[in-house]
Every structure is written in structure tokens, then in C-alpha cells.
């Protein structure tokens, strides 16, 4: 860490290059959600936004949340390694999570790609 980076400012600029981009992706998912909201809204039809709404919580439940939560345990595991000093062992963990992440995402994309099927089978039309 250079002295410049010891400042205050130097500790802020360093968390905003980390937190910008990921705030910009959040908010950009979140206005892709919006947009759907906003033209089924149009359509005046309470079972098209009934459906828009059951299908984010789907979708939300059974891979989103998934997905993070493996994100979240490998990003402590890389934070720890990191600390630690130990680069080696930060480069183990992002290959071993990429390929848990991978596991985990087949039986989610299975499970998205039969979504209709699952919630007709459950009750919903």
C-alpha cells in the first residue's frame, strides 16, 4: 500500500472503486425488474402482475439466493486468505468456488428451465 493510499482519502477511493460497481449492477437489476413492472402495469391485468410477481419470487428462491449465498461463503474465504497473506490459497478458493458455483447452478438452471411445469404441478396457473 503506496503512502498516499493511507490517507483518508486514499482508504475512500479504494472502497468506492469496490462499491460503485457493484451498486451500479444492483441498481441496474433492479431497473430491469421496474421495467417489467411498469409495462405489465399498462396492460391493466391483476394476473399478469400476479404472475410477474410469483415468478421474481421463484426465481429469487431457487437460484438467486443460491447463487449468492455461495458467493458470500467464498468471498469471506478469499477475505481470510487474503489477510492472511496467503495469495496462493486466495486463487485455491476462487477455483474450488467456481467449480461449486458451477455444480450448484446446473440443478438450479434444470429447475428454472421447468418452472412452468413446477408451478402447475403445485397449483398455479
Not at 27 to 36: A, E, H, W
Not at 98 to 118: D, G, K, Q, W
Amino acid at each position: 500500500m503506496s503512502k498516499h493510499d493511507e490517507t483518508s482519502w486514499g482508504k475512500t477511493r479504494i472502497i468506492l472503486g469496490v462499491t460503485i460497481p457493484a451498486t451500479l449492477s444492483m441498481l441496474l437489476y433492479k431497473l430491469q425488474q421496474m421495467v417489467n413492472l411498469i409495462f405489465l402495469g399498462h396492460l391493466n391485468k391483476a394476473e399478469l402482475l400476479a404472475g410477474l410477481g410469483v415468478g421474481w419470487m421463484f426465481t429469487s428462491v431457487v437460484g438467486v439466493s443460491i447463487i449468492w449465498g455461495l458467493n458470500g461463503a467464498l468471498e469471506t474465504l478469499v477475505s481470510q486468505a487474503y489477510g492472511a497473506g496467503n495469495l496462493a490459497l486466495c486463487g485455491i478458493y476462487l477455483n474450488r468456488g467456481r467449480f461449486v458455483m458451477f455444480c450448484a447452478l446446473v440443478p438450479v438452471f434444470c429447475v428454472l428451465l421447468n418452472t412452468e411445469s413446477i408451478l402447475i404441478a403445485i397449483g398455479l396457473d
